[in-house]
């Protein structure tokens, strides 16, 4: 080791940087990257009402009038046959009468960003009631002229069997023909989450809500009766049908907001002129 003898002076030198003098840097940098990490990003949840539509490439030319969710249940055979109110527990008197069993009833349709159930999130949900209209009165009753009775009518209130009503829920414009159900017809989205490119997928599971029973009838997208450990497999980007969800497409253009159904992702979907038929399975338990 070499001494000092007094004609040489140590420096001693040290290349280790240290948060001297560093305030600036703190007040620029740090301050301003911990204060946006500590408040929430501001989040567009403005909804927008999308149309229906046979297609998104030109869809103002192709509106949908009306879409029809039918509902088929399993008969003793275990054959899927179009369900009637009678399959599902309803008397006359609970729709004559409008009964709360009849009233409270409805189909909800979830609509889900995936059709992964272990990352899916519920994006929103639909609620359609049953409504009294002609289909339940029977051939020479005229529902519409409650108030005036036609010659070759009979008044209001004739009912038809409740074997002969179909457990289907019609939905339509009602803003064109107030006799339509509107609620179901449009669909309500997330404005930010739309473009003109790439289209927004949702799918949809249904279950029919059974105010008389108490029950609810979960429905699938397939009549193709699969066991219960196969309806859950994740299909979007394949060929292969699904046989739980099904598919629609939100997309926007210069005209507006709009959505189609997809007909290649489930069986259970076809286009009719200018509407929807969406047919519902009741699923297989054993």
């Known amino acids: ?127 359609i009631y049953p409504i009294v209209n002609e289909k339940f009165f029977v051939a020479n009753n005229s529902p519409r002229d409650a108030f005036f009775k036609p010659n070759d009518k009979k008044t209001w209130g004739d009912i038809n069997p409740v074997k002969n009503i179909n457990l289907e829920f019609t939905v339509g414009d009602s ?8 609620e179901g017809f449009f669909i309500y989205h997330y404005k930010d989450e739309i473009n003109n490119k790439t289209p927004k997928e949702l799918f949809m599971s249904a279950s029919f809500n059974n105010a008389k ?21 994740s299909t979007n980007n394949t060929s292969l049908k699904n046989n739980t969800y099904t598919k629609y497409l939100l997309k926007k253009d210069n005209t507006g907001f709009y959505y189609s159904i997809d007909t290649n992702y489930s069986a259970n979907v076809k286009i009719n002129s200018d509407s929807y038929e969406v047919k519902l399975y009741q699923i297989v338990t054993t």
């Open 213 to 233: 029973t108490g029950k609810i009838l979960r429905l699938i997208s397939t009549d193709t009766k699969p066991p219960v450990d196969k309806i859950n497999i």
């Open 1 to 127: 080791m070499e001494t000092n003898n007094g004609k040489e002076i140590m420096l001693p030198l040290d290349l280790t940087t240290q948060n001297v003098d560093q305030h600036d840097i703190i007040q620029e940098k740090f301050i301003d990257v911990e204060v946006n990490k500590s408040i929430n990003p501001i989040t567009d949840f403005e909804q927008v009402r999308f149309k229906p539509t046979k297609d998104l490439t030109s869809p103002l030319a192709n509106i949908i009038r009306t879409i029809n969710y039918s509902i088929f249940v399993l008969d003793e055979n275990k054959t899927y046959t179009d369900a009637s109110y009678e399959d599902v527990g309803f008397k006359i008197d609970d729709i004559k009468f409008r009964k709360n069993s009849f009233n409270n009833s409805f189909l909800r349709l979830n609509f889900y960003d995936s059709d992964n159930r272990s990352i899916q999130r519920l994006m929103s949900y639909i609620v």
């Open 175 to 182: 803003l064109i023909d107030k006799t339509l159900d509107g």
